[in-house]
């Protein structure tokens, strides 16, 4: 009996943990969708900059 509530405890020690992370993860993976399409905005600006200044350079 002892070692059944003993194992419920910890089933349910282990569960309270999982519902605490639960936020914090769906928080990190909406910052990565939405940080994923700023990088790629910003990388295609870096290039379309350094295009016009080497362009600007050789004239």
């Known amino acids: 009996m002892f070692k059944k509530l003993i194992l419920l405890v910890g089933i349910f020690g282990l ?3 999982t ?3 639960l936020p ?3 928080t990190d993976t909406a ?3 939405v ?3 700023i ?3 910003g ?3 870096d290039a379309v ?3 016009s200044d080497e362009d600007s350079g050789e004239e």
Request: aromatic share 0%; with cysteine.
């Open 19 to 21: 519902l605490a992370t």
């Open 49 to 51: 900059s350094n295009d």
């Open 39 to 41: 990088s790629a905005i």
């Open 31 to 33: 910052a990565s969708i």
């Open 35 to 37: 940080k994923m399409p």
């Open 15 to 17: 569960s309270g943990c």
């Open 24 to 26: 914090v993860t769906i």
């Open 43 to 45: 990388k295609v600006v």
